[in-house]
Nanobody
Framework: VQLVESGGGLVQAGGSLRLSCEGS????????IGWFYQTPGKQRVGVSC????????TYEHSDQGRFTISADRAKNMVYLEVNSLKPEDTAVYYC???????????????????????WGQGTQVTVSS
């Protein structure tokens, strides 16, 4: 299982970004894919997660209206669009994959970091004020 994130960078507050996650080595339909963020010294926190098998989505972020997760199953890609960026959104953003036995266990896709076994290397998002 491999996951590669891209799309991070330096953005001014109020701007938007689209982060991309490309997966390989596994069947997207059997897994859940999640986006998480991490700031220095803190644990990874879920933003949004999607389960391809039924298209269900979980939003974990407290300000979920600014985040949109989507997927292109044909390309094994998952995207996270972030609007109205704030300086407090500055973090490393990771995508991760949750295996089938966890991804399908509940009505909604899992979105806690301990429910994900496979992680990308992360992409830095920095929001300037």
């Amino acid at each position: 299982v491999q996951l590669v994130e891209s799309g991070g960078g330096l953005v001014q507050a109020g701007g938007s970004l689209r982060l991309s996650c490309e997966g390989s080595g596994f069947s997207f339909d059997d897994y859940a894919i999640g986006w998480f963020y991490q700031t220095p010294g803190k644990q990874r926190v879920g933003v949004s997660c999607i389960r391809h098998g039924d298209g269900s989505v979980t939003y974990e972020h407290s300000d979920q209206g600014r985040f949109t997760i989507s997927a292109d199953r044909a390309k094994n890609m998952v995207y996270l669009e972030v609007n109205s960026l704030k300086p407090e959104d500055t973090a490393v953003y990771y995508c991760a994959a949750s295996p089938p036995w966890i991804a399908g266990a509940a009505r909604e896709p899992p979105c806690k970091d301990y429910e994900y076994d496979f992680w990308g290397q992360g992409t830095q998002v920095t929001v300037s004020s």
